[in-house]
């Protein structure tokens, strides 16, 4: 059973534009979330963490996180194609041992 | 700061051949590290984790094996390759903020 579901599968927006992820767990013990980038052909890179309930905000990217409903969101806003890449959303519970990913939003960012 | 390497970068290999792929940390004392592995288009799906030399715990079983025969390096292995085990595996340490860091990967493929 997938522990961390992710929408869209897929996302195109145009360059300058505002593209929004959506990342949930179905594991009411998990308590810490991340968000990666992952371009084609490398290994993912850690974009943001959040723990709280809240929003961070970071440069161009925005997380929320609703912790009663186990739910976070990445916002990016004056999308480059440089953004173009698979985002994963990754959680985990106390135990570090175990972190899970979501199958990933494919994002597009068309010139 | 702390360096991950992976080795090698990419292996083709028969089906029924051995397999042996390795992950070396620097700059981090005792850290925890974990085995990915992803296959074409798929989910990263955690095989393996470790927080200490000789101690090696399996998350999914997929007919591979690990060990951790030093502080810093982690190995992956199998005596027999299958099809399914083509893909992109990844070592990740656990750094701050619990926060999973990966190395560049190991693409293989099985033919």
């Known amino acids: 059973q997938q522990k961390v579901q992710q929408s869209p599968e897929s996302l195109i927006v145009p360059e300058g534009g505002m593209a929004s992820l959506n990342c949930t767990s179905s594991d009411r013990n998990v308590d810490y979330f991340w968000w990666y980038r992952q371009h084609s052909g490398k290994s993912p890179k850690m974009l943001m963490?959040?723990?709280?309930?809240g929003e961070k905000e970071e440069g161009r990217f925005t997380v929320h996180l609703n912790k009663a409903s186990l739910h976070t969101s990445l916002h990016i806003r004056d999308s480059q194609p440089s953004d173009s890449a698979l985002y994963l959303c990754a959680a985990s519970g106390n135990n570090n041992n175990r972190i899970f990913f979501g199958d990933g939003t494919q994002l597009v960012v068309k010139p | 700061a702390q360096t991950i390497h992976q080795w090698p970068v990419a292996e083709i290999k028969a089906v029924g051949s051995p397999l042996s792929l390795g992950c070396t940390i620097k700059?981090?004392?005792?850290?925890?590290l974990y085995w990915y592995w992803q296959a074409t288009g798929g989910t990263l799906q955690q095989l393996f984790y470790?927080?200490?030399?000789?101690?090696v715990e399996s998350v999914v079983q997929l007919n591979l094996s690990a060990s951790r025969p030093k502080d810093d390096q982690f190995i992956l292995s199998t005596e027999k390759l299958l099809l399914s085990h083509s893909g992109f595996y990844l070592c990740?340490?656990?750094?701050?903020?619990?926060?999973?860091?990966f190395g560049s990967g190991t693409r293989l493929t099985v033919l």
């Open positions: 963490s959040i723990f709280s309930n």
């Open positions: 990740a340490w656990l750094g701050v903020a619990e926060t999973l860091y």
């Open positions: 470790s927080i200490t030399v000789g101690q």
């Open positions: 700059g981090k004392s005792s850290p925890n």
